[in-house]
């Protein structure tokens, strides 16, 4: 059984910045996608990042391009979502998600999700 979880999340000021971790567990990735999703109180889940288990390729929502960074550390079986300069529209609970059918910005290819951890960006 994949077992996903979240850490890293919090509260930073606007300007400030945030690494996420997801750690994964259950079974070999290789041929898996990983990615990271967030939800803010009131609105549907949205995509953030996406990225190759060999980290050979990434995608990125346009709201978060230039300011966020997804990266894996394939011997520890972690992917990572570093977030600067945060925004109060930031703000929300963060997913990671594991896919059989590779690297993707549409929620429902993914079979996995953790628990979610939730970031909170003060003006």
């Known amino acids: 059984q994949v077992q996903l979880v979240e850490s890293g999340g919090g509260v930073v000021q606007a300007g400030g910045s945030l690494r996420l971790a997801c750690a994964a567990s259950g079974r070999t990735f290789s041929s898996y996608g990983l990615g990271w999703f967030r939800q803010a109180p009131g609105k549907e889940r949205e995509f953030v990042a996406t990225i190759t288990w060999n980290g050979g390729w990434t995608a990125y929502a346009d709201s978060v391009k230039g300011r966020f960074s997804v990266s894996t550390a394939n011997a520890k079986n972690t992917v990572f979502l570093q977030m600067n300069s945060l925004k109060p529209e930031d703000t929300a609970v963060y997913y990671c998600?594991?896919?059989?059918?590779?690297?993707?910005?549409?929620?429902?290819?993914?079979?996995?999700w953790g628990q979610g951890t939730q970031v909170t960006v003060s003006s």
């Open positions: 998600a594991a896919s059989t059918r590779g690297a993707s910005d549409t929620a429902v290819y993914y079979n996995y």
